[in-house]
């Protein structure tokens, strides 16, 4: 089965700064899809980003780009210029052939004024 | 649009009552989902749908029935309501017929209390 595992509970940047959220996952199958949502307290889940395996090339979405090492099972998000709209909770998800999305435990991502 | 709905947005239950967590979709979406979320926890899934007629246990299946009659709506049942089973619950839905995976549009959630 696969797992999803976030190792930062809780993460802080100030405005403007730059913040690297951590998502590595466990997996047997070669072709499959990372994905990043954001939830902030209004409790929608809103997609950030998705990162095709198949793609050497990195995902990115304007202030949002990823890091993905396919080898080392690794997808980081990257915040670039933190925004106060940008606190909330950040979920990893994975999704294989099953088309069931698995998610991580989250980060709390807090932007400090 | 409206995407997915779901009703209602909070409920309390007690121990033993049954209730039903409605979920609709607009978009023609084959595929629908119901998660659940604990606190401090990711989503977990109970329950999917591939399409009318058709629906399978996820992760964590224990104390709810679905069915799927129709491609827009997808209703989760409790049935003999738990303590375990608060929590906030989730439908989602996504189209699943090319070979690009299209990602699961989510509905607000129910905050779903049991005293």
């Known amino acids: 089965a696969q797992t999803v595992t976030q190792s930062q509970p809780e993460m802080s940047v100030q405005e403007a700064e730059t913040v690297t959220l951590s998502c590595t996952y466990d997996?047997?199958?070669?072709?499959?899809?990372l994905f990043w949502y954001k939830q902030p307290p209004s409790r929608q889940m809103i997609l950030v980003i998705r990162q095709e395996a198949y793609k050497q090339q990195n995902a990115t979405e304007n202030r949002f780009s990823v890091n993905f090492q396919k080898a080392a099972k690794s997808f980081s998000l990257k915040i670039s210029d933190s925004q106060l709209g940008d606190a909330a909770m950040y979920f990893c998800?994975?999704?294989?052939?099953?088309?069931?999305?698995?998610f991580g435990k989250g980060t709390k991502l807090t932007v400090n004024p | 649009n409206a995407g997915v709905t779901q009703t209602p947005k909070f409920r309390i239950l007690k121990i033993g009552q049954s209730m039903t967590l409605q979920c609709t979709q607009d978009m023609n979406h084959n595929y629908m989902y119901w998660y659940r979320q604990d606190p401090g926890m990711g989503l977990k899934l109970i329950y999917y749908s591939v399409g009318a007629g058709i629906t399978d246990k996820g992760e964590v299946p224990n104390g709810y029935n679905v069915s799927r009659s129709t491609t827009e709506d997808f209703p989760l049942r409790l049935e003999l309501a738990a303590p375990s089973q608060t929590s906030v619950y989730f439908c989602a839905s996504s189209y699943s017929g090319g070979v690009k995976v299209q990602p699961q549009h989510f509905g607000d959630g129910t905050r779903l209390s049991i005293l």
């Open positions: 997996t047997s199958e070669s072709d499959y899809y």
């Open positions: 998800a994975f999704q294989g052939g099953s088309e069931k999305l698995v």
